[in-house]
């Protein structure tokens, strides 16, 4: 029998404790940095911004100086409501004569958006507080003064606003020579709302107030 070499031995030993040694478990999923723990919570979803108050509005082009589409000033309510084409609502004047609106439905909160003024039972006027309407010219909610001014340059008549002191209005005749007019309302540099229509209906300060 052949005698093994000393320095042999220490090797020997050492890879016979390293084969009987029992494998390390691997890391639990919560601690391995490429997978998220299990009990943790989830993202947070990402929440939509609110949207602004929205409705019908009319095909651009329908509101002019003279009207809206085949509904002119002076015509009655029933002429109005089928130019609209849709629900205007069941309102009514209170009194022959009076003054009421029609509003398109269903109306959202915070905003008007379009109504159409219906006194002596003759239509007057239209009222906008949103910027998705476009007045005859360009015009719309949330242009500042100056922009109005460059957009009906030399045609526009300026007045003071009957409750704000840094407020105006700014009142635009039909260039063709026909009786609508057109008025911007501004507060704080910027149009707040805008309608169009006959005198003198067109300039109630405060619709059918």
């Not at 000393?6 to 040694?21: F, N, T």
């Not at 478990?25 to 929440?47: F, I, K, S």
């Not at 476009?134 to 009906?152: D, N, Q, R």
Request: aromatic fraction near 8%; glycine fraction near 12%.
């Amino acid at each position: 029998m052949r005698t093994m070499l000393p320095w042999l031995l220490p090797i020997l030993v050492l890879a016979a404790c390293k084969a009987e040694r029992p494998a390390e478990p691997a890391a639990p999923a919560a601690e391995r940095p490429d997978q998220p723990a299990a009990d943790m919570p989830p993202a947070a979803a990402t929440v939509a911004a609110p949207s602004l108050p929205t409705g019908p509005i009319p095909a651009a082009g329908a509101i002019t100086f003279a009207g809206f589409g085949p509904a002119s000033f002076g015509a009655n309510d029933e002429a109005v409501r089928m130019a609209w084409g849709k629900d205007l609502g069941d309102v009514y004047a209170g009194e022959a004569g009076g003054c009421y609106y029609l509003f398109p439905q269903p109306q959202p909160e915070g905003s008007y958006r379009l109504g159409f003024m219906i006194e002596g039972n003759k239509f007057a006027r239209i009222d906008v507080d949103t910027a998705e309407i476009v007045a005859p010219g360009g015009g719309k909610v949330g242009m500042s003064a100056e922009e109005i001014g460059k957009l009906y340059a030399g045609r526009i008549e300026e007045q003071p606003h009957k409750y704000d002191p840094d407020g105006k209005y700014l009142r635009i005749k039909d260039s063709a020579g026909g009786a609508g007019v057109l008025l911007f309302e501004v507060n704080a540099g910027k149009v707040s709302e805008w309608r169009i229509g006959v005198p003198p209906q067109v300039d109630y300060v405060e619709g059918c107030s």
